[in-house]
Structure formats: C-alpha cells, structure tokens
C-alpha cells in the first residue's frame, strides 16, 4: 500500500515537471487589456512576449505617468525565449493613445521584393490594431525618448536584444 502511494507520487511529480518545461506556444492571436493602462495584441505563436511587453509597460508608466499621445514606435526584437515559427526576431509597436499604451506584437514576413521590410510589415499591422485610436493630443516632447529609455531598460533586464525601426529599416 505504502509503495504504491510513493509510486503514484513519483510520477505525478515527473509528469508534473516534464509539463512545466514545455514552453505552451499559441496558434491564436492574443488579445491582453489591462483597461485604463495597456492593451496588448500578440500574434500567433508570440504569447511567450507578454512577460517582456508587461514589464516594458510597467516601467514607463512610473517613471512617465502617460499623458496625451505619442507616435508609434517600432522595434525589431530579439528573445532567444520567443520562438516565431522559426525566425529569430519579432516586431514590436508601441504607441500611447488617450493615456493608453498599445503593443503589437507580429512575425516578421519573409522580404521577397525591394519595397518591402520589417518597417512595413509592424507598420501595418499596428495601424489596422490601432484603427479606431487615432492620434489626437501630443504628449510632451521627451515622451519618446522615455519609451525608449523603457524599452531598453527591460530589455538590458531580461538580456534581449532590442532594434528601433526607421522608415529604411
């Protein structure tokens, strides 16, 4: 009786630890809003950015209370904890609207043509998430560098590596 009490113990303690080392990777998109505060949507297979993308909003939030609007920022990042079907790096926006930050988080697409780059690719995705948010009052003039400040500060935090997108990028 007692040996097999020990027996079943085991092996709920084995299965228990094989299930929690197998990182649970999404199909769906996911939709996270924190009202008042933030509002994240991570595309299939990016659920694992939401630790990273929470903590991005965490530090902004105490060191700029938001206020107003800033433009979208966009960023190439680099989690070797994130796996997106095999790429190396996902894209990132962020924008501030109505005191809200919004996060998109997408895969990168596969640049078949000159025209195209991971600029566009998050662009795009950001602007039809972003559709009903549009642009009104301008936060202050440091606001954006205090993003980024926020972004890298996390990033240094959990060793990813984090690039801001331009226009060219």
Same mark, same amino acid.
């Given at each position: 009786?007692?040996?097999?009490?020990?027996?079943?113990?085991?092996?709920?303690?084995?299965?228990?630890?094989?299930?929690?080392?197998?990182?649970?990777?999404?199909?769906?998109?996911?939709?996270?809003?924190?009202?008042?505060?933030?509002?994240?949507?991570?595309?299939?297979?990016?659920?694992?950015?939401?630790?990273?993308?929470?903590?991005?909003?965490? !530090?902004?939030?105490?060191?700029? @209370?938001?206020?107003? &609007?800033?433009?979208?920022? $966009?960023?190439? *990042? #680099?989690?070797?904890?994130?796996?997106?079907?095999?790429?190396?790096?996902?894209?990132?926006?962020?924008?501030?609207?109505?005191?809200?930050?919004?996060? !998109?988080?997408?895969?990168?697409? @596969?640049?078949?043509? &000159?025209?195209?780059?991971? $600029?566009?690719? *998050? #662009?795009?995705?950001?602007?039809?998430?972003?559709?009903?948010?549009?642009?009104?009052?301008?936060?202050?003039?440091?606001?954006?560098?205090?993003?980024?400040?926020?972004?890298?500060?996390?990033?240094?935090?959990?060793?990813?590596?984090?690039?801001?997108?331009?226009?060219?990028?």
């Amino acid at each position: 009786m007692g040996e097999s009490l020990l027996l079943i113990t085991i092996i709920t303690l084995v299965v228990l630890t094989i299930r929690r080392a197998k990182p649970v990777v999404l199909e769906n998109p996911v939709i996270i809003q924190r009202p008042g505060q933030y509002h994240i949507t991570l595309a299939p297979q990016l659920n694992r950015a939401q630790t990273f993308i929470e903590q991005i909003a965490k !530090q902004f939030t105490q060191a700029h @209370p938001p206020q107003g &609007d800033l433009h979208t920022q $966009y960023f190439e *990042v #680099r989690d070797p904890k994130v796996f997106s079907r095999g790429e190396s790096a996902y894209l990132l926006a962020i924008a501030l609207r109505g005191g809200v930050l919004y996060f !998109q988080a997408v895969n990168p697409k @596969p640049l078949l043509h &000159d025209a195209d780059s991971h $600029y566009k690719t *998050v #662009r795009e995705f950001s602007e039809s998430v972003l559709l009903h948010h549009p642009f009104t009052a301008p936060a202050d003039e440091l606001g954006p560098e205090k993003l980024r400040a926020a972004v890298d500060t996390i990033a240094g935090q959990f060793q990813i590596a984090v690039k801001a997108l331009q226009t060219g990028d």
